[in-house]
């Protein structure tokens, strides 16, 4: 199997439109962190905790109790979504509260929705 790249057997006619794509183009290091962030968006249980955000803020057992699950399986997936940027928290004596971190993540869900139920 060979490594090298397979060339277009056809000489291109549009350089001037590949040539201010790839101007457009944003840096790799920024796609590459895009991808990572739709990567997080790829579990169902982070979508239904951010879903469960949309309402209220909620703490760790509000969370479980409405998906039924663990209180450890809400934390990890929390800290997924914390450690994104997605949701942000905070303290009322021993009790942390979580919530969306801004519009961005309810708008990023809505399209995502919309797209989906085309």
Known sequence: MSDHVELCSYIHAHEDVVKAVSEQ????ELLYDLAELFK???????????????ESELCVCD???????TQS????????????????YRR?????FYALADEHVR??????MEHVEE
């Not at 968006?41 to 469960?52: E, W």
């Not at 969370?63 to 699950?69: C, H, S």
Request: cysteine-free; charged content about 20%; glycine content about 8%.
């Open 92 to 96: 009322d004596g021993k009790t942390v």
């Open 40 to 54: 997080v968006f790829g579990d169902s249980t982070r979508i239904k905790i951010l879903y469960a955000l949309f």
């Open 107 to 112: 708008s990023i869900i809505n399209q995502g």
């Open 25 to 28: 183009m944003p840096e790799e």
């Open 63 to 69: 969370i479980a109790q409405l998906l039924g699950m």
């Open 73 to 88: 399986a809400i934390s990890h997936q929390l800290r997924v979504l914390k450690q994104n940027h997605l949701v942000k």
